[in-house]
């Protein structure tokens, strides 16, 4: 069973950054892409990033220039699987629910097999 535990998230001013987290229970970085989802109130759940098992990155045109993605086996240190999103530039339109989402690809929410509980931002203008 994987599971998905975000951390990270919070209250960031307008201009700000944040840096996101997501620890895997299990080693999946050998069998799953893995990134991040996210949903404003009122919308739909919609891509922001995404890494694959080879690194390969994809981001929203809405992040794209101010997020990066990284994800880390844990082999070095014999922790968790983890992914990071790190974004700057921040904006009130970037306030919402921020989900990691892994499977054997992520780039459309129907293809996601495990969804984290989701961790909230909010961006103060």
């Known amino acids: 069973q994987v599971q998905l535990v975000e951390s990270g998230g919070g209250l960031v001013q307008a201009g700000g950054s944040l840096r996101l987290s997501c620890a895997a229970s299990?080693?999946?970085?050998?069998?799953?892409?893995m990134g991040w989802y996210r949903q404003a109130p009122g919308k739909q759940r919609e891509l922001v990033a995404t890494?694959?098992?080879?690194?390969?990155?994809?981001?929203?045109?809405?992040v794209k220039g101010r997020a990066t993605i990284s994800r880390d086996n844990g082999k070095d240190t014999n922790a968790k699987d983890t992914v990071d999103l790190q974004m700057s530039s921040l904006s009130p339109e970037d306030t919402a629910v921020y989900y990691c989402?892994?499977?054997?690809?992520?780039?459309?929410?129907?293809?996601?097999?495990?969804w984290g509980k989701g961790t909230l931002v909010t961006v103060s203008s």
């Open positions: 299990g080693s999946i970085s050998t069998l799953y892409d």
């Open positions: 989402a892994a499977g054997l690809t992520i780039a459309t929410i129907e293809r996601v097999l495990h």
């Open positions: 890494i694959t098992r080879r690194g390969g990155t994809n981001f929203a045109d809405s």
